[in-house]
């Protein structure tokens, strides 16, 4: 037992400080461990207040995430009108857009003396694009910039999924030190584009009317059908089906000092219903983009960037059954008990999609009596570096309420942020904790 733990606890915060500078999209919950929803990002999450937890269904959990790298939305749309140029010149090199969440359908957590049984249904979704700067420039101003020059296309890339998950989770306690957590789930696909192979250029002739590229590019689907269409089996995703794992490990340093790993969202999905691919590989050439100089899109010359881009793109189409892998998450959590009541913590963490997206948050968590736990942090995220988060947990008989977010100024102005994430929800508790998992 003594040599497994070792080889766990290497391999775990191994790939945790691999990783340690980056984060994942959840930064508050995990410091809310009364909430049992606590142990999706956090395995080894425990809480005194209750012995079993139920997730009502469909308002025991509903997450939101939002993630733009690139702008402000009130930064592109101002007075009604959409103007990129404000944008456009502080782009990076690649840039993302992310949008997310899930919502439990139903969550049972039983709590034992040494060890801690979770099962849970959820839906969840998420939509991923990233693009280049010159992607954007194009688009907007056309090519007479990129006289003599090559676009740089390399990359750009769009994901979407959306599945079914049945989790089964056990957090066992080791000794009084440490304690491991590992949660298998059964993954049902509903929805999914993949971007698998992105090679593409533009180059634009020096008088700036002609272009010539080359294109490598395959997207795969599955479930993108017309709503005549639809039967049983795709509301239950049973012909796209995978496997996923989740694990971590916490371990304490003293009576006032543990530190936690978790590395989730490792698996795939292997989608074989209503597939339909799409396969681009060759040489073009053609007429260039022209656009309007304008600031008001409607103006954009629409049909010429239609006609130009039915050019490039010449897939070929075929039904071939595919893997789509999700996104994995790895985190580093500290935590000291300054008194009794009060706690402080730290966090990094990490997940990637081609390229990583990272955070960092400090925080403190009080909790009053059996019905308040709070927290508050502070979370730095890429090219956004001022982020106050919160959460709270309020208890009253057998219900229990919740809120966190990473994020309180996107509750009140939710267009002038760059970064986004909640969680609300209600649970049914029941029981007291057996003493010995204190």
Request: proline share 3%.
């Amino acid at each position: 037992m003594l040599v497994f733990k070792n080889i766990i606890l290497g391999i775990l915060f191994t790939v945790c400080g691999m990783f340690s500078l980056y984060a994942q999209h959840e930064m508050t919950l995990p410091s809310l461990s009364w909430v049992p929803q606590a142990s999706y990002t956090d395995l080894t999450a425990q809480n005194d207040q209750y012995k079993t937890s139920v997730s009502v269904p469909v308002i025991g959990s509903l997450q939101l995430n939002y993630f733009n790298s690139g702008f402000k939305y009130n930064t592109l749309v101002q007075n009604n009108t959409i103007d990129p140029n404000n944008v456009i010149p502080k782009l990076k090199k690649y840039n993302q857009l992310y949008t997310g969440g899930s919502v439990d359908l139903f969550a049972l957590r039983i709590q034992k003396k040494n060890a801690t049984i979770q099962v849970s249904l959820r839906d969840v979704w998420t939509q991923r694009f990233v693009y280049t700067k010159d992607l954007a420039d194009i688009i907007w101003n056309g090519n007479a910039s990129f006289a003599g020059n090559s676009v740089h296309l390399n990359n750009v890339r769009f994901a979407a999924n959306y599945y079914r998950e049945l989790g089964v989770a056990v957090t066992k306690k080791i000794n009084d030190k440490f304690s491991v957590g590992v949660r298998g789930k059964f993954l049902m696909g509903l929805t999914n584009v993949t971007t698998q192979q992105s090679k593409n250029s533009l180059y634009t002739d020096p008088n700036g009317l002609y272009l010539n590229g080359h294109s490598e590019f395959t997207m795969l689907t599955s479930g993108l059908i017309n709503a005549d269409q639809v039967n049983a089996s795709d509301l239950l995703g049973l012909k796209n089906l995978g496997a996923g794992l989740d694990i971590g490990a916490r371990y304490k340093l003293n009576d006032k000092i543990s530190i936690a790993c978790n590395v989730n969202n490792i698996g795939f999905i292997h989608w074989k219903q209503h597939v339909q691919n799409y396969r681009v590989n060759g040489d073009y050439n053609y007429t260039g983009i022209v656009m309007k100089d304008s600031a008001n899109i409607v103006n954009a010359d629409w049909q010429n960037i239609g006609d130009s881009l039915q050019n490039i793109f010449k897939p070929k189409k075929d039904t071939k059954a595919y893997n789509s892998w999700l996104t994995p998450s790895v985190y580093l959590n500290g935590n000291y008990i300054v008194k009794e009541d009060l706690s402080v913590y730290a966090s990094v963490a990490m997940d990637f999609y081609h390229s990583v997206r990272g955070a960092l948050t400090v925080g403190a968590t009080q909790t009053i009596g059996k019905t308040i736990q709070a927290t508050l942090n502070y979370t730095i995220t890429p090219n956004n570096y001022f982020n106050i988060g919160t959460g709270i947990a309020l208890r009253g008989g057998p219900i229990q309420m919740y809120l966190a977010t990473d994020n309180i100024v996107a509750l009140f102005d939710p267009y002038a942020v760059k970064y986004f994430n909640m969680r609300l929800g209600m649970n049914l508790i029941f029981g007291k904790v057996d003493k010995e998992i204190n």
